[in-house]
């Protein structure tokens, strides 16, 4: 590719990532965004029905049907010209850190809410770490047909919990059975909804009146003008739509719809395409900004997940492109180790099957088959200048839990499961100083259920684990430690790169510590390696 045709190639590029409280829609939404694409030809594709006992996971959901756990990570296609990658992100929040990294590697962000329950406590997390990084947030309030919260309260809602400008693009006329259109001021048209029948005629709006063009019973009924009078209320005393806000995420564009019954959901997708920004330029460690269009290839390992498929025993680590072009069986650099790899099995992501990639450029996402080579926020590059992004942070895990195999002699496929889990990022490894016992950490209690099935599942390793409760995870300066310091109030530990920590038992022993050891200087998080 020439320059020419790799600045256009990154301008047609869309990345983001769908963010939700579990339940609100997310993959409702995704399956019918793909069905636009040509991805997939019927819902239903991506999930089929829940069974209970998985249902309050994705992750285990997703474990259930193997077959299609990829195809639930990334997506990709092409719609108006545009390329879009959706990065899907388990809503759970006992995972949050992973949705945390996969927010690192998109350039704006699909927040899914229920008009029923407004902004629960998990979307208000999520929505944090999307200002935090200041990408664009476009939200989707969702299941229009059923009745749900008044718009108005849910975009005060909205505005006060997350703090940030709502810009309602369109307005419900009804809701739940009395559900009849929507009122598109954004694009000046009324679109009818119809329960059975996905096709959703539009009806233009005469400008100057702000009513239905033309005769129509609609504008007879109360639930018409209703909307009518909320419209030019916000019309008069609401925010004004505003792109650069948008683009520095003080704004969110808000689009009432029904993923279910496909109504909104494409005048949602085009909006999206047209405010949603390109990949742009990428912070390096260094502090300069490196443009997507720089001749040289880059990219950072968001997210590294083993056997993806059952019938290939495969570890993926999923790599976001910041600048260049990558081909297939391109020599790189790997940051951390300044060795050099051959890149010659990659897949990309598509609904329905994972397709060998030949080229990407910045704001895509492949899959690079991994024998052990990376770990979480490695930077890859081409070229002799040096490269290298910044560390994707670390949650500090809050909840313990000490861990043997079952069956002693089969020591061989824990450690080996251990090692790659770990590697994965899916949960933190810890050796006690004493006795060398494995501990592991963890943000939320599915993350070691999560590890105990896959354990058995993928490493016929059935396991052993004894809670240890909560703990306040300290780092300690090597310099200043000795052993002396562990107490019955706290364990002394190593983590993976062999940096020493103390679990406290609670803030008391923290503070007890704290106050015995005046000098010894406490960190509470740590970089990923
Ligand atoms: P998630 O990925 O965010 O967890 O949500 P998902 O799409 O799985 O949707 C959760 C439930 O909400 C599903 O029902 C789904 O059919 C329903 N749903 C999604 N969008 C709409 C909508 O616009 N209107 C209505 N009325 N319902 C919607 P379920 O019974 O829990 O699951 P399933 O057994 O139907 O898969």
Redesign the pocket.
Known sequence: MDKAELTSAVKRRRTFAII????????????QLLLFGGVIRKAGTV????SGQF?KS?WMDIEKKRGISVTSSVMQFDYQGKRINILDTP?HEDFSEDTYRTLMAVDSAVM?IDTAKGIEPQTKKLFKVCRMRGIPIFTFM?????DGREPLDLLTELEELLDIEAYPMNWPIGMGRELKGLYDMHNQRVTLYHPTDEQHPYLPIDPDSGEIKGDHPLKQESIYQQALENVQLLSEAGNQFDPDKIAKGQQTPVFF?????N?GVKTFLESYLTYAPAPAAHKMRSGQDLSPTAPDFSGFVFKIQANMNPHHRDRIAFVRVCSGEFDQGMDVTLQRTQRKLRLSNSTEFMADSREAVKTAVAGDIVGLYDTGNFQIGDTIYTGKQPIEFPRLPQFTPELFVKVTAKNVMKQKSFHKGMKQLVQEGAIQLYRTYMTDDYILGAVGQLQFEVFQFRMKNEYHSDVVMEPMGAKIARWVDPDQLDEKMSSSRNLLVRDRQGAPLFLFENEFAERWFKQKYPDVKLTEKLSTD
């Open positions: 939700s409280h579990p339940d609100a829609g997310k993959t409702t939404i995704t399956e999930k089929g029905k829940k249902a994705d809503g899914v969702n299941k229009l047909d059923r719809g029904s993923a279910l019954t109504f």
